[in-house]
Each structure stands twice: as structure tokens, then as C-alpha cells.
């Protein structure tokens, strides 16, 4: 008799849950891919495998771009995640050929995803144009991929990236970190490279960067609480603050200070010099 109370009760949950899952009109969707949200900018497909590569932005652009990858095993369909990563962006011109600044590819917490960065000084057109070269390594196979990509300049056409040469005879590459601009007083950040040669763009320590943000289109006026950007030997970056107390188009005039305090680029704004010749621009 316990028995059949038992399995009568069994029973009626069964229906009950049955019931209540045929009700819902909302499927369960399980998303696989922990970069969903972001663009995918290119798949690279070389040795059986696939390189995918995504980025927050729509595109490939001259200045900082934070870029991830993927590397997909296409016979088991699964992703590595015990690779060792490199690469080097090379920029094929009509009579030489360049690289730009590139970080170390990192693991990060999803052992699929790695990340790196790249600064691009110059957009590709149809005779000029950026490669992207991989080596990778598997389970002590070495892999290598090249791809050829397309880096555009920002959608917004202003300015966030500058290259140029120093009062010492040295030639840089000054690039603004991604900002969403607010009025407010902004945490505000760049990264400063060198150029040793035409493949080298090592990292610039323990300089100073000043900087003077100025609404040309309202008569040329500043702002308070700015913070000149100083070295961070965390992130190899500069950072400071930017005070923006309105919105609309910005200037912000820039001067590269050396370790010993000299100007190496860029010009203090007056009334008789309304810009340095060293900005970044932002509109908001």
C-alpha cells in the first residue's frame, strides 16, 4: 500500500513539473562564447585551425586597439587554451615596410581568451595596407598565420594618437587611451613609445606629459583641476585627470617633458598661441 502512495505522489509531480515547463515560452539559451558582446574583426584560417579576433570597437583604427583572440581547433571544433601567443602587425608601404607598437599577448580568467594590444599610426588604403602575423604554440607545435587586415581612421576623425619627432632626435608615438568623456573630472590616460627602429617601439618610462584642455569654438577657455600625466609603473601608461565642465568639442594641447624637465615636443597655450603642435581631440 506505501508503495502505491508513493508512486501516485510521484506521479503527479511528474505532471506538475511537465505542466509547468510545456507553459513557459522562454527557451533556455546557453551562449558558449565569452565574447559574444564583442566585434569579431577578423578570422584568420590557417593549419586546420581558426583565428578569431574581436575588439570592443567596430574596426581595426589608427590609435590604441585592446584586441582578443580565440584559436579554434577545427577538427575536435574546440579552442585552445594552452597556447603561447605572439604576433606583429607589419604595414606594407610602396617602398618599405613597418611594425608599430604591440604588448605581450596575456591569458586572461577564461583560459579560451587571450589579449593584447596594438597601436596602428597610420590607416591602410589599396596600395598600403596592415598584415597581421600570429605564432602561436600548441603542445610544442609551432603555428604561424598572417592575415591582412583593414585599419581605418576613427569614425569621429579626431585626433587620438600622434606620432612625431623630439627635440632629441628621437621619433615617438604618444596614443590616448580609450575615454567616455563626462563633465566631470575624468581619470585620464596615454601610453608613450619610442621608435629604436623600423620592428622596435619599446615602452617610454618616467616622463611627463602636460596637459591644457581647451574648447576652441568658446573662446579658447580651459578648465580647473586637471592633472598633468605621470608615469604608472603598473600599467607601463601615464595617467592624470581631465576636467571637462561642458559638453562639445575639445582640444587638448599637450607638452612632452623628458625625465630631466625638457620640452621635447609641444608649446604652453597663450593669448598669442591659441594650441600646442601636440593634441588629442574628443567630442562629446
Same mark, same amino acid.
Given at each position: 500500500?506505501?508503495?502505491?502512495?508513493?508512486?501516485?505522489?510521484?506521479?503527479?509531480?511528474?505532471?506538475?513539473?511537465?505542466?509547468?515547463?510545456? !507553459?513557459?515560452?522562454?527557451?533556455?539559451?546557453?551562449?558558449?562564447?565569452?565574447?559574444?558582446?564583442?566585434?569579431?574583426?577578423?578570422?584568420?584560417? !590557417?593549419?586546420?585551425?581558426?583565428?578569431? $579576433?574581436?575588439?570592443?570597437?567596430? @574596426?581595426?583604427?589608427?590609435?590604441?586597439?585592446?584586441?582578443?583572440?580565440?584559436?579554434?581547433?577545427?577538427? !575536435?571544433?574546440?579552442?585552445?587554451?594552452?597556447?603561447? $601567443?605572439?604576433?606583429?602587425?607589419?604595414?606594407?608601404?610602396?617602398?618599405?615596410?613597418?611594425?608599430?607598437?604591440?604588448?605581450?599577448?596575456?591569458?586572461? #580568467?577564461?583560459?579560451?581568451?587571450?589579449?593584447?594590444?596594438?597601436?596602428? @599610426?597610420?590607416?591602410?588604403?589599396?596600395?598600403?595596407?596592415?598584415?597581421?602575423?600570429?605564432?602561436?604554440?600548441?603542445?610544442? @607545435?609551432?603555428?604561424?598565420?598572417?592575415?591582412?587586415?583593414?585599419?581605418?581612421?576613427?569614425?569621429?576623425?579626431?585626433?587620438?594618437?600622434?606620432?612625431?619627432?623630439?627635440? #632629441? #632626435?628621437?621619433?615617438?608615438?604618444?596614443?590616448?587611451?580609450?575615454?567616455?568623456?563626462?563633465?566631470?573630472?575624468?581619470?585620464?590616460?596615454?601610453?608613450?613609445?619610442?621608435?629604436?627602429?623600423?620592428? !622596435?617601439?619599446?615602452?617610454?618610462?618616467?616622463?611627463?606629459?602636460?596637459?591644457?584642455?581647451?574648447?576652441?569654438?568658446?573662446?579658447?577657455?580651459?578648465?580647473?583641476?586637471?592633472?598633468?600625466?605621470?608615469?604608472?609603473?603598473?600599467? @607601463?601608461?601615464?595617467?592624470?585627470?581631465?576636467?571637462?565642465?561642458?559638453?562639445?568639442?575639445?582640444?587638448?594641447?599637450?607638452?612632452?617633458?623628458?625625465?630631466?624637465?625638457?620640452?621635447?615636443?609641444?608649446?604652453? $597655450?597663450?593669448?598669442?598661441?591659441?594650441?600646442?603642435?601636440?593634441?588629442?581631440?574628443?567630442?562629446?
Amino acid at each position: 500500500m506505501k508503495s502505491i502512495q508513493f508512486l501516485s505522489v510521484a506521479l503527479v509531480l511528474l505532471f506538475t513539473f511537465a505542466s509547468c515547463s510545456d !507553459s513557459s515560452d522562454d527557451p533556455i539559451v546557453i551562449d558558449e562564447n565569452p565574447l559574444s558582446e564583442y566585434t569579431l574583426l577578423t578570422k584568420m584560417t !590557417s593549419n586546420n585551425h581558426t583565428i578569431e $579576433v574581436y575588439s570592443e570597437g567596430e @574596426q581595426f583604427t589608427i590609435g590604441y586597439n585592446e584586441l582578443f583572440l580565440r584559436i579554434k581547433d577545427e577538427a !575536435s571544433g574546440s579552442y585552445f587554451s594552452n597556447a603561447d $601567443v605572439s604576433w606583429k602587425p607589419m604595414m606594407h608601404m610602396t617602398e618599405m615596410m613597418h611594425s608599430c607598437p604591440a604588448s605581450n599577448i596575456e591569458k586572461t #580568467d577564461n583560459a579560451s581568451v587571450y589579449k593584447g594590444f596594438t597601436v596602428f @599610426q597610420m590607416p591602410g588604403n589599396a596600395d598600403e595596407y596592415w598584415e597581421l602575423e600570429m605564432e602561436y604554440t600548441v603542445d610544442g @607545435q609551432t603555428y604561424n598565420a598572417t592575415e591582412r587586415i583593414e585599419v581605418k581612421a576613427p569614425a569621429d576623425d579626431k585626433k587620438r594618437v600622434s606620432v612625431f619627432m623630439g627635440t #632629441d #632626435d628621437t621619433r615617438y608615438i604618444l596614443a590616448m587611451m580609450p575615454l567616455e568623456p563626462e563633465v566631470a573630472v575624468n581619470d585620464f590616460s596615454a601610453m608613450l613609445f619610442k621608435m629604436d627602429n623600423m620592428m !622596435s617601439f619599446p615602452a617610454v618610462e618616467n616622463y611627463k606629459i602636460k596637459i591644457d584642455p581647451r574648447m576652441p569654438g568658446m573662446g579658447n577657455h580651459s578648465s580647473p583641476n586637471n592633472e598633468d600625466l605621470a608615469f604608472n609603473p603598473t600599467n @607601463q601608461g601615464y595617467d592624470g585627470k581631465l576636467s571637462l565642465t561642458m559638453t562639445g568639442y575639445w582640444k587638448i594641447n599637450l607638452m612632452l617633458e623628458n625625465e630631466n624637465g625638457e620640452v621635447l615636443k609641444g608649446e604652453e $597655450v597663450t593669448e598669442d598661441n591659441e594650441s600646442s603642435s601636440l593634441f588629442f581631440e574628443i567630442e562629446f
